[in-house]
């Protein structure tokens, strides 16, 4: 989709997990046949050996570049359905500085 390919991939690639021991985890909640996949039809794959090209880090783009759509959309789409919201609330906090590098 990046590149206006024909055909988008359904898949996410991750090269690592920190930590390590919840890639079974992660691999249930997202991976292929998850619920994850099927309502949505995409899913997470851990790639457990890969090659990567010479400074291949230089090239990454960040998967959420402005993280305020990111916290505008669990507030509107999400939090409304939630029980527990000051436990969700500070999950996402804590994404949001996470993913801001804060």
Known sequence: MLYDLPRPTVDVDCLSVIPVEETASLQSLAGGGSA??????????????????????????????????????FQ?????????????????RLWLEMLSGA
Not at 47 to 69: A, C, G, H, K, W
Not at 76 to 90: G, K
Request: aromatic residues 10%; negative net charge.
């Open 76 to 92: 509107s789409e999400l939090r409304p359905y939630l029980a527990n919201t000051d436990r969700h609330d500070l999950t996402m």
């Open 36 to 73: 994850l996949h099927k309502e949505h039809g995409v899913y997470w794959r851990h790639v457990r050996i890969v090659t990567v090209p010479e400074n291949y880090q230089d090239r990454l783009l960040p998967m959420f570049p402005d993280l305020s759509v990111l916290e505008s959309r």
